[in-house]
Antibody, heavy 123, light 113 residues
Framework: QVQLQESGPGLVKPSETLSLSCTVS?????????WGWIRQPPGKGLEWIGS???????YYTPSLKSRVTISVDTSTNEFSLRLTSVTAADTAVYFC????????????????WGRGTLVTVSS | DIVMTQSPDSLTVSLGETATINCKSS????????????LGWYQQKPGQPPKLLIY???TRESGVPDRFSGSGSGTDFTLTISSLQAEDVAVYYC?????????FGQGTKLELK
C-alpha cells in the first residue's frame, strides 16, 4: 500500500523559508509517476505548487516559481519543498501527492495524496 | 491561467436523491488528437485530503462507487451523484490538467437536507 506523509515545522516566521518533506512508503519514487505539492489555504481551494517527473524535470506554478524549489532524495525515498520569503498568504495546508502526467505537457492529475500538514506563517 | 468555475457553491440534497455539480473552464480542455477531456473530479471530506473520483471527465477511479458519474466536453462538465448517501457529504473540486499550470475549481460544498 503506497502512502505519503508530510513533515516539517508547523510555524514559520514571515520572510523566512518554509521547508517540508514528503516520505513515500510502499513505492520507490524513482520507479515511475510524478510527485508534487499542492496547498490549500484555510477554508479555501486547492493550488498546485509544483511537481517533478521521471525525466528529471521540475515544474512550478508561475506565481510561485521565483520562491519555490522541489528536490528529490531517492536514497531516502523522499522529496522536499522549499518556499522562501513567506508571508501570511502562504499559510495553508500543504499536501504532497502522486501525479499522473498524461501528455508531454507539464500537467498532472493526482491519484494519491498525503494527509497534509498545516503551516502557519506568523511572528 | 485557466479559470475553473464551479456551480453552485453549495448544494443541499436529500438522502437517495441526485446531486449535480457543474464545472466550467475558461478554455477548452479537449485535446482533439485523442478526443480526451483533461478534466478530473475530487472529493474532500473535512480534515482529509482530496480523493480522486474521476479523470478524463468520465472515467471512474478504481473503487469509486458507480453512483458517481462524470460527463461533458470542451468547457462544460458535470459531476452527478445519484442515490445520495450520508458519506457523500463533502466538498467537490474539478481540476483541468490540459493547460499549464493545472488548476482547480473553487469547490462545491454538498450537504444533506
Amino acid at each position: 500500500q503506497v502512502q505519503l506523509q508530510e513533515s516539517g515545522p508547523g510555524l514559520v516566521k514571515p520572510s523566512e523559508t518554509l521547508s517540508l518533506s514528503c516520505t513515500v512508503s510502499g513505492y520507490s519514487i524513482s520507479s515511475g509517476y510524478s510527485w508534487g505539492w499542492i496547498r490549500q489555504p484555510p477554508g479555501k481551494g486547492l493550488e498546485w505548487i509544483g511537481s517533478f517527473s521521471q525525466s528529471g524535470s521540475t515544474y512550478y506554478t508561475p506565481s510561485l516559481k521565483s520562491r519555490v524549489t522541489i528536490s528529490v532524495d531517492t536514497s531516502t525515498n523522499e522529496f522536499s519543498l522549499r518556499l522562501t520569503s513567506v508571508t501570511a498568504a502562504d499559510t495553508a495546508v500543504y499536501f504532497c501527492a502522486r501525479g499522473i502526467k498524461p501528455t508531454v505537457t507539464p500537467n498532472w492529475f493526482f491519484d494519491l495524496w498525503g494527509r497534509g500538514t498545516l503551516v502557519t506563517v506568523s511572528s | 491561467d485557466i479559470v475553473m468555475t464551479q456551480s453552485p457553491d453549495s448544494l443541499t440534497v436529500s438522502l437517495g436523491e441526485t446531486a449535480t455539480i457543474n464545472c466550467k473552464s475558461s478554455q477548452s480542455v479537449l485535446y482533439s488528437s485523442n478526443n480526451k477531456n483533461y478534466l478530473g473530479w475530487y472529493q474532500q471530506k473535512p480534515g482529509q485530503p482530496p480523493k480522486l473520483l474521476i479523470y478524463w471527465a468520465s472515467t471512474r477511479e478504481s473503487g469509486v462507487p458507480d453512483r458517481f458519474s462524470g460527463s461533458g466536453s470542451g468547457t462544460d462538465f458535470t459531476l452527478t451523484i445519484s442515490s445520495l448517501q450520508a458519506e457523500d457529504v463533502a466538498v467537490y473540486y474539478c481540476q483541468q490538467y490540459y493547460h499549464t499550470p493545472c488548476s482547480f475549481g473553487q469547490g462545491t460544498k454538498l450537504e444533506l437536507k
